[in-house]
């Protein structure tokens, strides 16, 4: 027995964006709220699927490749964590987007295993909009320069950007951050760059969302507001 509604902390976070939409004069069809079931069981996933929901993220290669087994195969799966270049083989046939890419030599892995699969693959550049030491990304001052060498690589589509953004007490001091991000991807939009689109930016967690969606998020990648805090003991 599941101590926590799952449909309704799911449903409480649509409301949430609704909003937020509705603040920023956007359209709520515009936000992809995107469940993060990193840590949590196969069980909680279906219950979800059930309402309806088919957009989960993950950020192991493993929990994703075992997940993706067992729910039906009209979901859609964002590998949203740092992802090593000798897995991406095991999630080439089947993910539907790799939000975390942040080098050359990923990039070109990524594009040689979907080649094999015969397929695209959409892939989001992950910039360390903060310049945080901790994180991975690719700094904002050179992100352009990363996309021009690595949009020619077949079986790759770049969609857009993604950050995981600083923690922070008050997700208003996070607001910069994102205007950033999505003053990066218009700036990138604006070169109209071969394979290149700036549709997507993935931001805003669990803490931030909602500013995250004000100012632009196309992607939401919300945890522990739905599941619950995850419990890395077990
Ligand atoms: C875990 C994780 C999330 C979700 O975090 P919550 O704070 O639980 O919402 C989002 N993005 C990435 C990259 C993550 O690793």
Redesign the pocket.
Known sequence: MPSINLVENYENIKQRICGACKRAGRAESEVTLIA?S?TKPISMLEDLYNHGVRHF?E?KVQELSEKMDALANDTHWHM??HLQRNKVKYIANSVSYIHSVESVRLAETISKEAVKHQRTIPILIEINAAGEESKFGIRPEETEAFIREISGLPGIKICGLMT?APFVEDPEDNRTVFRQMKQLSVDIEAKNINNVSMRELSMG???DFEIAVEEGATFV?????IFGERDYSI
């Open positions: 993060v990193k993220g950020n949203i964590g995981v967690m669990t803490n990648r919300v945890g522990s507001a």
